[in-house]
């Protein structure tokens, strides 16, 4: 079952790394580089699964993001792992209060991203992924 994941990171090379970490996991990656740009993807794309958000971004914020999308009970609906740099803590403590699911520091090992994202939505791995390629054909 493919996943959509909205990457929420002003660094182009984030996106690129979270591409290459969930490619092997049925994981299409939607790409934002601030808040706002989240929520205008949000509104097009009904069928997002988890969104991996960044604190520290120009335009809108990540807690200033998760304070929008709480009042528009995205963060509801939609799972959030706040992905951000340590010595931010009371930013990280304030996305937590607003919905945020989980916590993961930069940098993270690839490892730790999977198994935190797999406590929280279903994703396939590569084994089972490659079955499901194979009974598809
Ligand atoms: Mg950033």
């Given amino acids: 079952m493919l996943k959509k994941i909205l990457v929420v990171d002003d660094s182009a090379l984030i996106h690129q790394m979270y591409r290459i970490v969930m490619m092997k996991y049925h994981c299409e990656i939607l790409d934002a580089m601030n808040g706002k740009e989240a929520l205008d993807l949000i509104s097009i794309h009904k069928d997002i699964d988890l969104i991996l958000l960044d604190i520290n971004m ?3 914020n990540g807690v200033q993001f998760l304070e929008k999308a709480s ?3 995205i963060v509801k609906k939609i799972p ?3 992905i951000s740099t340590e010595g931010k803590e ?3 403590v304030r996305g937590l209060k607003l919905g945020a699911k989980g916590y993961l520091k930069k940098p993270f090992d690839p490892k730790d991203l999977r198994e935190l994202i797999a406590k929280i939505i279903p ?6 992924a490659c079955t499901h390629n194979f009974n598809s054909l």
């Fill in 80 to 82: 959030v792992i706040i």
């Fill in 123 to 128: 994703i396939s791995s590569p084994a089972s």
């Fill in 90 to 92: 009371e930013d990280t």
């Fill in 58 to 60: 120009p335009v809108m």
């Fill in 71 to 73: 009042a528009m009970g």
